[in-house]
């Protein structure tokens, strides 16, 4: 069976759906929810220069989320300690400030020993730069539950190259 399956498809053990986060309010957030849709998974801070993103994000949520866009932030301390709330802050702190509607994990690791294991995941199966270097840095999961593209945190969810990658994924 190996044999019809190319090198990139032989490398996935696992998908992206077999993984759970818990959400904001200490809830299981499964991946496997979001099955058949692009799901774009940004590392969140909210004390980060980076941190207006979360506008642009919610934009981009809300304009392709009818044609199976999935946005997931996932709050983490990794960098510069610039998420050190609590999940009840974080939560309060997005819907205030930017009217978060898509859905938001838990504060986890995104690198290193103690990464979520999706991170882990992301890392094997498409490489260095699927690793987090800063906050807000962007992985683009396909509709077959693997990596299809990752953003560093200087490209804006809202870019013109950004926009291109996922609306491809949306089509296909």
């Not at 987090?132 to 560093?152: E, M």
Request: proline letters at 3%; aromatic letters at 12%; a positive charge.
């Amino acid at each position: 069976m190996m044999s019809f399956l190319n090198n990139a498809n032989a490398k996935y053990e696992k998908l992206a759906y077999d993984f759970t986060f818990k959400d904001l309010d200490g809830s299981s957030l499964s991946l496997a929810e979001f099955k058949d849709k692009v799901i774009v998974v940004v590392n969140v801070a909210s004390q980060c220069g980076f941190t207006s993103q979360y506008e642009d994000m919610q934009t981009i949520y809300e304009k392709y989320q009818s044609k199976g866009i999935i946005m997931l932030g996932i709050p983490s301390n990794d960098f510069g300690q610039q998420e050190p709330g609590s999940n009840e802050e974080i939560k309060n702190f997005c819907e205030a400030k930017f009217g978060i509607t898509f859905p938001m994990t838990e504060k986890v690791s995104v690198k290193g020993n103690q990464a979520h294991p999706f991170y882990k995941w992301a890392k094997n199966n498409y490489g260095s730069s699927a690793i987090p270097k800063w906050n807000f840095h962007k992985i683009i999961i396909d509709r077959s539950g693997k990596v299809a593209d990752t953003f560093s945190s200087i490209t804006n969810p809202s870019s013109k190259k950004f926009r291109k990658v996922i609306e491809k994924l949306i089509i296909n």
